[in-house]
Structure formats: structure tokens, C-alpha cells
């Protein structure tokens, strides 16, 4: 059973950055990718940002230019580097292996001043 357990989620002004940690119980380069998720409250969960085996990342709109999404094989860890965060993106942000799937118990992130 794969275990997945995110880090990094606090209060933070409008502008700021916060930078999320997704650690895995087995090496990340077993996993056909990684991604990030988010929901907020009275919202259905959505994508956020995923890296693929082979590197290849992709956004959603509202994370595009803003969030990064990078991994370290090292330490069986992806992260997800916010920056220039609103209130919008106030949400629990999980992390999820694909292939085989699971998910983390997810992290708070909350902008606000």
C-alpha cells in the first residue's frame, strides 16, 4: 500500500509563497506521475498542477505562471512551489501518485491579510 503524506500548507498574505512538499513511501519514479490537487470549501476538488515518469508537467489555467511543479527522485518527493498567491487559492491541496493511485491526507493552505 502506498502511503503519501504532504507538508507545507500555512497562512499566508496576497503575494506571498508557500512551497508544498508530497513525500511517497516508495520511489516516485514507480508512479506513472504525481499531481496536485485542490478544494476548497463548497468546491468540487480540482487539478492543479502534475508531472509525468518522464518530466513532463502541466497546469491549470489559474496555477499557470505562478506554481511550479518539480520532483527530487532523491527523496521520493514532489513539491509545488506557489507564488504570487491569492485568496482564491485558499484550499486543502492534496498530493496523488497515479499508477497505482492514492492520496495524501492533504495540506491547508490559506491567503489571506
Known amino acids: 500500500q502506498v502511503q503519501v503524506v504532504e507538508s507545507g500548507g500555512g497562512l499566508v498574505q496576497p503575494g506571498g509563497s508557500l512551497r508544498l512538499s508530497c513525500t511517497a513511501s516508495r520511489p516516485i519514479f514507480s508512479f506513472a506521475g504525481m499531481s496536485w490537487y485542490r478544494q476548497a470549501p463548497g468546491k468540487q476538488r480540482e487539478l492543479v498542477a502534475s508531472?509525468?515518469?518522464?518530466?513532463?508537467?502541466t497546469y491549470a489555467g489559474s496555477a499557470e505562471g505562478r506554481f511550479t511543479i518539480s520532483r527530487d527522485n532523491t527523496k521520493n518527493t514532489v513539491y509545488l512551489q506557489m507564488n504570487s498567491l491569492k485568496p482564491e487559492d485558499t484550499a486543502i491541496y492534496y498530493c496523488?501518485?497515479?499508477?497505482?493511485?492514492?492520496w495524501g491526507q492533504g495540506t491547508q493552505v490559506t491567503v489571506s491579510s
Open positions: 508531472i509525468t515518469y518522464g518530466g513532463t508537467t
Open positions: 496523488k501518485t497515479r499508477l497505482p493511485d492514492s
